[in-house]
């Protein structure tokens, strides 16, 4: 299954700021997703990234806060502008896999943002 | 979006066997059921997923009723890493770009 490496693990940002989230897999796929988890919560569908394309949001979800750039087949990064306190959460990614019994998904380990 | 409904939590013994259970009355002909777990600070990872028969691989089984409305993953001798959120997830094969996470069930192993 696609190895996924994402950087930072974690970070403590001052409000205001923007801090860019590296996602990169080893291997190509066509597509890329960006999911939020808020503390104690279950994971929230941000957007759909494909390469050469511009980025699916879901409803709630802007692109001028959580813009979002795919520039080949095995990388993408998503940037939280502006933050706030509100947007302490892990941003994690996800790519479309071969699962053996199927297509599922594979996720990264996340990437722990907290905002002061 | 959450087409699935799972209770909060379980608690299990360890080496006994575990039945989570999942709620999808809404399922289309087109739904696959998946199901994922999430260890403590860790990403989601892929558990096991099915159409309309019994599955079963070497982490787990999935029992799905006859009328798919609802289905049932087991772990068949709980150990204490099996300790996550367990999330039962439809995916539609027409538009597998959407997957879409309930709240899942917190699974609890007491040894």
């Known amino acids: 299954s696609a190895v996924i490496s994402q950087k930072p693990s974690r970070d403590i940002c001052q409000r205001g700021t923007s801090l860019t989230i590296q996602c990169q897999v080893d291997?190509?796929?066509?597509?890329m997703f960006w999911y939020r988890q808020q503390p104690g919560q279950s994971l929230t569908l941000i957007a759909t990234?494909?390469?050469?394309?511009?980025?699916?949001?879901e409803s709630g979800f802007v692109i001028d806060k959580f813009p979002i750039s795919r520039p080949n087949l095995t990388f993408s990064t998503l940037t939280v502008s502006n933050m706030s306190p509100e947007d302490s959460s892990i941003y994690l990614c996800?790519?479309?896999?071969?699962?053996?019994?199927?297509?599922?998904?594979?996720f990264g380990s996340g990437t722990r943002l907290t905002v002061v | 979006d959450a087409k699935t409904t799972q209770p909060n939590s379980m608690e299990s013994n360890e080496e006994e066997p575990v039945h989570l259970p999942c709620n999808h009355s809404?399922?289309?002909?087109?739904?696959?059921i998946h199901w994922y777990r999430q260890l403590p600070s860790q990403g989601p990872e892929y558990v096991i997923h099915?159409?309309?028969s019994n599955v079963n691989n070497r982490m787990a089984s999935l029992a799905i009723a006859e009328d798919r409305k609802s289905s049932t993953l087991i772990l068949h001798r709980a150990t204490l890493r099996d300790a996550a959120v367990y999330y039962c997830?439809?995916?539609?094969?027409?538009?597998?770009?959407?997957?879409?996470f309930g709240s899942g069930t917190k699974l609890n192993v007491k040894p």
């Open positions: 809404t399922i289309s002909g087109t739904d696959y």
């Open positions: 996800s790519v479309e896999d071969w699962t053996g019994g199927g297509y599922g998904y594979t």
């Open positions: 291997s190509q796929v066509t597509m």
């Open positions: 997830i439809l995916r539609d094969v027409n538009d597998f770009n959407k997957f879409y």
């Open positions: 990234a494909n390469q050469g394309s511009e980025a699916t949001y």
């Open positions: 099915g159409l309309t």
